[in-house]
């Protein structure tokens, strides 16, 4: 894979990271400050990000529902959409049955189920780099979260199960949208998944329903959520899929928790201390990591070329 690609997908794919991190700094504040709740927040941002997006791609483009004439591609997109909502409701459902930094703990088990499939469905040899990148993101966001602090964690069966049950969703979402994505593109699919994953939310939480106070903070809120934090991470994201795979795609979104923890630092006064330092190096570190081609990677770790893992 050209060294351009490699860093464009990186690119993209820390730009989603970022995107999510500075949404959920948004979103705390229309929890916190405004009466919402997550289920309302999570109507808000999948429903008004399809809506936004549908509502676009009429105007920019004649023809924009045509692609669904092919019915693989509905299929895939509305698997897409169908995804995107078990991923939120299983999450809310781990964060019930433990606690909000659990629940984010376990799903960073994402990347490896990418892995495994790669390993076990599509038979592709292990590639060490991201075997380290996967220990580094994990431990990193481990840290940050507790903030070296581990009996804040609350671990319960079904705590872990529904955890895990969102990051192999998420794994799956990753993948899944390929073939789609190859032919009607990745705005099409944000869209229409998008779209299809917000009429799925609007069950759970009835637009009508929800309580939350509309301020004019709120809005703006709201509106950040919506363009960047839905619209422009999940574009991101599954943009920087056809640069570089899957796994790494789902290795950097562990920049996330990052973010969100610099932007409180920098704009609510939050303490930052060692652990969370060590944890963020951890994270950053991975931009290298998965920045080094395999041959130059191999050289520096001569054990895993003559044992033959990788390509």
């Not at 960047?228 to 599954?238: D, E, I, Q, S």
């Amino acid at each position: 894979m050209p060294r351009s690609k490699t860093l464009t997908g990186i690119v993209l794919a820390v730009a989603a990271a970022c995107f999510w991190g500075t949404m959920a700094v948004s979103g705390q504040y229309m929890i916190t400050a405004c009466g919402f709740n997550a289920e309302e927040l999570t109507t808000v941002r999948i429903a008004g990000a399809g809506i936004l997006m549908l509502v676009l791609g009429m105007l920019t483009e004649k023809n924009f529902f045509g692609s669904l004439r092919d019915l693989s591609v509905c299929r895939d997109v509305c698997f897409y959409g169908l995804c995107l909502f078990v991923i939120q409701y299983t999450f809310f459902l781990a964060i019930h049955a433990c606690n909000a930094g659990t629940a984010a703990i376990m799903v960073g088990f994402g990347p490896i189920f990418i892995i495994l499939w790669n390993i076990l469905v599509k038979r592709q040899k292990i590639v060490p780099k991201e075997i380290l990148a996967v220990i580094f993101a994990f431990v990193g966001v481990t840290l940050l979260i507790t903030k070296g602090n581990f009996t804040s964690l609350s671990f319960s069966a079904m705590g872990i199960f529904w955890g895990l049950v969102s990051a192999g969703v998420g794994a799956f979402a990753t993948i899944q949208p390929r073939r789609a994505i190859q032919k009607i593109g990745v705005t099409k699919v944000v869209s229409f998944g998008m779209f299809v994953g917000g009429i799925l939310t609007c069950f759970m939480t009835p637009p009508w329903e929800i309580s939350g106070h509309w301020t004019p903070m709120a809005i703006v809120a709201a509106v950040f959520v919506v363009v960047f934090g839905t619209v422009g991470a999940f574009w991101c994201y599954l943009r920087s899929t056809e640069f570089i795979p899957p796994a790494l795609t789902s290795i950097l979104a562990s920049f996330e928790p990052l973010s969100a923890v610099v932007l409180c630092v920098l704009l609510l006064g939050t303490s930052f201390n060692y652990i969370e330092c060590i944890g963020a190096a951890l994270i950053i570190s991975n931009l290298f990591i998965l920045s080094i081609p395999n041959d130059k990677f191999r050289a520096f770790f001569p054990r895993f070329r003559r044992a033959g893992l990788e390509n």
